[in-house]
């Protein structure tokens, strides 16, 4: 694509990124055919070319001669679901995540919200990346289910993704601690405890502890870095997100110094896809760039370790089909496809792909709250497709995406936690009802 900055704008280290990238782009289109929302709504806009347009004029780099309004980009940009199947299909190599970073920063500086808008992204981001906030926040949220009729857009789609039950507050994350392996091998981990997901399946880091301690595994968490930033991230609040990352950076330093760390375990597979960005997004921070260089290099997903690292036994057959969810902070984030699969098939389960698995299902950090009605459609689609398998189980290494789908046929959850299963854990709560 041609561009047409001027050397002042060059100048600026973010033009000149964005720049590298748009002159990438050939315009072939390949992706659209893989975009979620050209799918659903056959506009250029709203397809990875059509955003990469609006992008390049926004910042400048486009002919002179054409004018582009920035809340029509916003409202494009707004939505995007940084899915990043876009980047998965190109060819080119166009790296649309960083790009799409750089173009929301700018539409940051160049419009003002409405006061709704304002209003819900404020409590998104005070209250989601918080556990016990948010735990509280989503009692709330449970009484109001019952009058959520009442309620229309964003609001409603807010109450009504409140679960039915609702879990004790996960306490791995309220203090710093070390689990240690029963017989250790001498191999450490740090654990992301994390922030929504402890509010809302504490099931998912007793797994994950569990099975690396079988394994001879010392899992460490430090309470200081429970969120990463990136729902943050996800909706602009960049002043939050970055105290959340120095937060991180902080807490984990001591730990990366002492270079006894193997890995920075992540079981939620969108704050995965942004730890593992934490070079690039911190490398401006003199106080921090360093270890967030090295968090970047350290941090792989639990699927990942324990396929590339562990030597976990081949079990014997199940019985048992699952219909495995590739994330697409998984998949198309972090380019990990094959692990899950290969754990899953290993602990003697036959795994199904469910067709148009490389699309997202509409949840997207907190997506679901912000663009209700194409994540609906988005959702339903998603489902279709998931209950055609027939599975017993859908798994998924995302908790946004296992609340998302909550609504399918088979029960669903995490990876890990079938894995612990397996493995002599105990039977996630999803599958108490029903299945042997
Ligand atoms: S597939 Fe890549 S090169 Fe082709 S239009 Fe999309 S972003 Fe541009
Ligand atoms: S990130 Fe996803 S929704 Fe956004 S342009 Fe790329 S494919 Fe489309």
Known sequence: MQTHFDLNALARPEISTADEILRKCVHCGFCTATCPTYILTGD????????????RDLLGGGDKQTEIKPADV????????????????????????HLVDIGRAEINKKIRRGFADHVIRTLLSITLPFARRFHLALRFARLAKPFSGLLTGRLKAMVNLSPTRLQALDKVGSEDQLYPAETSAGTRVMLLSGCAQRALDPEIN???????????VDVVVRSQASCCGALAHHINAEDAAHKQMEAVCSAWENDIASGQLD?????????GTTLKDYGNLMSRNSR??????????LTMDISEYLNSKMALPTLAKQNMTIAYHAACSLQHGQKVLQAPRALLVQAGFEVKTPAESHLCCGS??????????L?????????????????DIICAGNLGCIHQLSDASSPICHTIQILDWAYG??????LLNGLG
């Open 44 to 55: 250029e806009r709203d397809s990875p070319r059509g955003r990469i347009w609006m992008m």
């Open 74 to 97: 916003s409202y494009h940009l707004d939505r995007c679901l940084t899915c990043l199947s876009c980047m998965t299909t190109c060819p080119s190599g166009v790296d649309y995540m």
């Open 206 to 216: 007793a797994s994950t502890i569990r099975l690396l301690n079988r394994q001879g």
């Open 263 to 271: 890995a920075i375990i992540v079981n939620t597979s969108g704050c």
């Open 288 to 297: 921090h760039s360093e270890t967030a260089r090295k968090i970047s290099d």
């Open 364 to 373: 997207a950090g907190v997506y679901n709250v912000l663009q209700p009605e």
């Open 375 to 391: 994540s609906q459609q988005l959702k339903e689609r998603k489902i279709r497709n998931l209950n055609k398998v027939g599975a």
């Open 425 to 430: 854990g105990p039977k996630p709560h999803s």
